[in-house]
């Protein structure tokens, strides 16, 4: 009995285990080594990487490794990359990345950037665009062709002047995206979100 406990004791951590040594209640060690060599396994390399990288703190960092596992860091830093180039500070960064991990798998030119390209020549830009994206990154999961064109056509019906799409969908994003462009929106409860766009999908 004796001899099996301490068998247990000395197995190698798994990687799911190895959260548990990033945590001062029960093991105030850190891990030997957190560095990128090819030796180090995904789940602390996935750690390393929105810590270092992302400025994400161990234990927003913990919970964001458990939606992602990066087996490369080549993809994420062309997303960061991105990001970056489209006006995202450190500051965006992490707190886009720690609301949506997954960003960090997605394809930075065939997927990502066609949507901030949208959105940019919508009339989304600098701050704007940066804020909405922060706030709401899961806009960043809809698709395209499927949902965001759509949904701007249909808000056009409503409110031609571009600018006043923008303002309704600065203020609230999520209540301005339909999730259809049929006739039928038109006396949806969605209809209230552009008198009302703060209280989104609830009647005025």
Known sequence: ML????????????????????LPRTNPSPPKSLSLSSSVAPFSQTLTFLIDSCGLSPESAISASQKLHLKSTENPNAVLRLLRDYGFGETHISKLISRHPAVLSSDPHRNLKPKL??????????ESLVRILTSHPLLLRRSLENHIIPCFTF???????VGDIVFVFTRSPIASMPTSTS??????????SITCPRIGFQSC
């Open 183 to 192: 006739p039928s929106c038109r006396s949806s409860p969605f209809s209230a």
């Open 155 to 161: 808000l056009r019906t409503l409110l031609p002047a």
């Open 117 to 126: 390209e949208f959105f940019r020549g919508f009339g989304f830009s600098g």
């Open 3 to 22: 001899n099996t406990s301490r068998r247990r004791l000395l197995r190698p951590p798994s990687p799911r285990g190895l959260v548990f040594f990033l």
